[in-house]
């Protein structure tokens, strides 16, 4: 499995830290930032959406200081399905329910519970249920501007 990671100058030391633990099991790509200049979110969500839709990597992990801006970012890319999960919990049901495609973190997770998060994210399969197959394609069809 391939994945795209990215975080900003925040998220550095937590990226580092992921990319460690999980280069034994997955090929971990890190698209930047790679110092702890100030370095602007949007930019390597965009990259790693790119990169996702685009089907180089399987998933992506997007950090910043809280995660959220991130992940508002990420979700900016056309067919980018991301969610900041605070937790194991909810990085089962972003996978579950709604077959996204990044998760993002916030930098000030503990390690535990991010690698926790991280290990269900990527070993999680989307459940195929007709319910939420069924509201992927609302998301889908409205984000193409089919029910405006």
């Known amino acids: 499995m391939k994945v795209g990671i990215v975080s900003d100058h925040r998220g550095l030391e937590l990226k580092e830290a992921l990319k460690t633990n999980f280069s034994n099991r997955f090929e971990i790509i890190d698209l930047g930032t790679h110092t702890t200049d100030a370095a602007d979110y949007p930019n390597y969500a965009f ?3 790119e990169k996702v839709v685009n089907g180089e990597f399987d998933f992506g992990i997007a950090i ?3 995660g959220i801006g991130i992940s508002i970012a990420c979700n900016k890319v056309k067919g980018i399905r991301c ?4 937790n194991q919990e909810e990085a089962k049901y972003t996978r579950l329910d709604n077959d996204a495609n990044i998760i993002a973190l916030s930098a000030k997770m503990p390690l535990k519970e991010a690698i926790q998060s991280v290990e269900t994210f990527l070993t999680t399969t989307f459940s195929n249920e007709e ?3 069924c509201r992927i394609k609302m998301i889908t069809s409205y984000e193409n501007g089919d029910n405006l």
């Open 131 to 133: 319910r939420h197959i």
């Open 47 to 49: 990259l790693l959406g």
């Open 83 to 86: 969610a900041k999960v605070s």
């Open 64 to 66: 910043c200081g809280s």
